[in-house]
Every structure is written in C-alpha cells, then in structure tokens.
Antibody, heavy 121, light 108 residues
C-alpha cells in the first residue's frame, strides 16, 4: 500500500534553511503521471499548498513562496526533499507530503502523518 | 490567484444532514476535491472529482458541483464526523493547487 513519511528538524532558528524529506513506499516516483506535493498548516490555520514535483522532474511552486522553496527528488532512494530558505517564525507549521496519482486533475489521495516544525530562536 | 471560500463553521445535530459549501470563480468548471481532517491528524480524502468517493469512505458522504458553490453533504451525521473539512481545486490556468479556508463541523 502507498505510504509517505516526513522527516526533518522539529526546531530551526530564524534565517536558517529548513530541509524536509519525504520517504515514499508502495509506488515509484518515476511512474508516468505520478506527482508528490508538499502542503503545510500553521497551528490553528488552513492548509496551504507549497510545491509539487512530477515523475518527469517538472516542478511547480506556490507563487507567494517561490523564492524560498526548492523541491527535488531522488528516485533511487524513493524520497522527495523540500528546502525552505531564510525561515521566519511565520513558517512554523506542520508540513505534509502527499501523493497525487496519474490522471487529469487528480486529488492528493495519500498523505504522510506530517511533521511539526517550529521556527524560533 | 484563485481563491476558494468556505464558511468557518457548521453545526449539526447527530442524525441530521450537514452541508459544507465551497465558493470560487466559475467553480463549476473545475474538479473539486474534499478532505476531512480530524484534530491532530493528517487530512483524508473523502470526495474527489466533485462526487466520487474513495474506497472506505461511507456513502453518507456525497458531493456536488453544478455551479457556485460546490457542496459536500454529510447525511446522518455521527459524532465521529466532527472535523475540519477542506475543499481543493487545481487551477489549470496557472497549473497551481488551491485549498479552501476550511470549515469546522461541530456535532451538537
């Protein structure tokens, strides 16, 4: 079955770079049409889509955060990595990675449990 | 950028019907997905492509999108349905993904 799991630091200091890793299983990142996205949720607030990477290495970013985000994948390690540069306390959130299957306009059908990241000095 | 609007909260008695709306410009031309998020848990897909249910989701959950707004309907509401619900679309014009502001469903 499809599973995803996020890992990374629980606490980072302002101005540092945050690196989050999503380990996936039950599917291949190189399967035609497959995509993995990152979504975050500040405490008590709504979900916010951040970035998405496709099987062919195509990448999409939220326009409001484009300059801070980089998404990459290592298909041999079944992992997707998101980096967030120059973090600020407003970047405090639970970060989720999610699987988007092939197919036109498909949803995020499987999600990782999420990782809470706090930005504080 | 594309915006999805949801009411902050909906209250419903057990056994009754809850309707959660999701508004957006020309939303009827888009495919709407709905997610349930219980406290402290990751979101779970409950409706995709406006009205389809993933396996394991009860038939009590249904969706429609024949115009503005799109609607998630929960029939015969149970205490376990108490959660936040989010709508989501893919804006094909910009190739970006948008989530609604979320609706908290409280079972009285």
């Amino acid at each position: 079955q499809i599973t995803l799991k996020e890992s990374g630091p629980a606490l980072v200091k302002p101005t540092q770079t945050l690196t989050l890793t999503c380990i996936v299983s039950g599917f291949s990142l190189s399967t035609n049409g497959v995509r993995v996205g990152w979504i975050r949720q500040p405490p008590g607030k709504a979900l916010e889509w951040l970035a998405l990477i496709s099987w062919d290495d195509d990448k999409r970013y939220s326009p409001s955060l484009k300059t801070k985000l980089t998404i990459t994948q290592d298909t041999s390690k079944n992992q997707v990595v998101l980096t967030v540069t120059n973090v600020d306390p407003v970047d405090t959130a639970t970060y989720y990675c999610a699987h988007r299957p092939s197919g036109y306009d498909s949803p995020f059908d499987y999600w990782g449990p999420g990782i809470l990241v706090t930005v504080s000095s | 950028s594309y915006v999805l609007t949801q009411p902050p909260s909906v209250s419903v008695a057990p056994g009754k019907t809850a309707r959660i709306i999701c508004g957006g410009n020309n939303i009827g031309s888009k495919s709407v997905h709905w997610y349930q998020q219980r406290p402290g848990q990751a979101p779970v897909l409950v409706i995709y492509h406006d009205r389809d249910r993933p396996s394991g989701i009860p038939e009590r959950f249904s969706g429609s999108n024949s115009g503005n707004p799109a609607t998630l309907t929960i029939s015969r509401v149970e205490v376990g349905d108490e959660a936040d619900y989010y709508c989501q679309v893919w804006d094909r014009t910009s190739d970006l993904y948008v989530f609604g502001s979320g609706t908290k469903v409280t079972v009285l």
